[in-house]
C-alpha cells in the first residue's frame, strides 16, 4: 500500500537458505510491524518497533527470526536455515503519527523449496 | 485487545447492501473499533473507524450501537471488486502494542 514499501514481492529459496525481507516506511509514524500471513489464514502477529523502546519479539516463532531497524525507519526481518513451513506471506504495517491507523505494506510472498 | 467474532462468509449479488456484524463483548471504554479490508495478495487496507453511534465516509458506514458491544460495516451497492476478506478490529486509538486479526469475513460478490 500507498507509504510502506516492502521488497522483494516474491521470493523463493531453497530450503536452509537465509533471505532478507526489507521494508522501508513513509516517515511520520510511529511503530512499525511485522506480520505473517499463511495461506487463507488470518494475521500472525511477529515483532513490533516504537521509538527507541526495545522491540516486543514476543511473536516469533523461533530463534531462527530476527528483525531490526535502522535509522527508526527502514526494517529488515531475517530469516536463516529457511523452513518449508516459512512459507508465507509477509507484511509490513506502520501506525501513522498523523489521523491513526494502520497502513500495510503489499507484503513479500516467501516460498521455501 | 477485546475479542472479537465475524460471520466467516457472507455472499451477496452486486447493487445490493451488505452489512457484517461484528460482536465484541469485552470492548473497554476506551477501545475503538476499526474495519480493514484485504483483497488476495495485498495487505489489510484501512476502512472506516469508530467509537459510537454511526460513522460515515465514502466507502462505507459504521454504525455502533449505545452498549458498543457489537458494530456493523454497511457497504453500499457492492459491486465484484468489493469481493474480499474484512477484518473486525477493536481495540485503543493508540495500539502500544499488536493488533489482533480475527479470521475475518469473506464476502463474495456475485454477478
Known amino acids: 500500500g500507498a507509504g510502506v514499501s516492502q521488497s522483494p514481492s516474491n521470493k523463493v529459496t531453497e530450503k536452509g537458505k537465509d533471505v532478507e525481507l526489507r521494508c522501508d516506511p513513509i516517515?511520520?509514524?510511529?511503530?512499525l510491524y511485522w506480520y505473517r500471513q499463511s495461506l487463507g489464514q488470518g494475521l500472525e502477529f511477529l515483532i513490533y518497533?516504537?521509538?527507541?523502546?526495545?522491540?516486543?519479539k514476543s511473536g516469533l516463532p523461533s530463534d531462527r527470526f530476527s528483525a531490526e531497524r535502522t535509522g527508526g525507519s527502514v526494517s529488515t526481518l531475517t530469516i536463516q536455515r529457511t523452513q518449508q513451513e516459512d512459507s508465507a506471506v509477509y507484511l509490513c504495517a506502520i501506525l501513522r503519527t498523523v489521523g491513526g491507523g494502520y497502513t500495510f505494506g503489499s507484503g513479500t510472498r516467501l516460498t521455501v523449496v | 485487545l477485546a475479542k472479537t467474532t465475524q460471520p466467516i462468509s457472507m455472499d451477496s449479488y452486486e447493487g445490493q447492501e451488505v452489512n457484517i456484524t461484528c460482536s465484541h463483548n469485552n470492548i473497554a471504554t476506551n477501545d475503538y473499533i476499526t474495519w480493514y479490508q484485504q483483497f488476495p495478495s495485498q495487505g489489510p487496507r484501512f476502512i472506516i473507524q469508530g467509537y459510537k453511534t454511526k460513522v460515515t465516509n465514502e466507502v462505507a458506514s459504521l454504525f455502533i450501537p449505545a452498549d458498543r458491544k457489537s458494530s456493523t460495516l454497511s457497504l453500499p451497492r457492492v459491486s465484484l471488486s468489493d469481493t474480499a476478506v474484512y477484518y473486525c478490529l477493536v481495540g485503543p486509538m493508540e495500539y502500544g502494542n499488536k493488533l489482533v486479526f480475527g479470521a475475518g469475513t469473506i464476502l463474495r460478490v456475485k454477478s
Open positions: 516517515s511520520g509514524h510511529t511503530a
Open positions: 518497533f516504537q521509538g527507541n523502546s526495545a522491540p516486543d
